[in-house]
């Protein structure tokens, strides 16, 4: 049970997104966008989105560019890449 239902990203409230949902939103499909981590089957790279955000565009904006992506997907990619780097480098 989370106490606080809503956290901030980069001064935008998201709704709390369990593991199971940004998985239903990430797909991995080897003959698509070469097998690239995209948004639910679509040719939107989880890439693409954080281009966008690196280019200091709003979740508003970002729909804008990608009007078939929702809210939900935006934080599903971040969710995604967070899942993916949250390891220890190796040490050599």
Not at 37 to 44: A, F, V
Not at 74 to 86: H, M, N, P, Q, T
Request: proline content about 7%.
């Amino acid at each position: 049970m989370n106490a606080y239902p809503l956290y901030v990203f980069f001064g935008h409230k998201f709704h709390n997104m369990n593991i199971s949902s940004w998985k239903d939103r990430i797909t991995v499909n080897p003959k698509q966008c070469g097998g690239r981590p995209c948004i639910r089957g679509m040719r939107i790279r989880v890439t693409d989105i954080l281009d966008l955000l690196a280019e200091a565009l709003s979740r508003e904006q970002i729909i804008e560019e990608l009007p078939d992506l929702e809210l939900h997907d935006i934080e599903a990619a971040l969710r995604y890449v967070s899942f993916k780097f949250d390891h220890p480098a190796p040490v050599t």
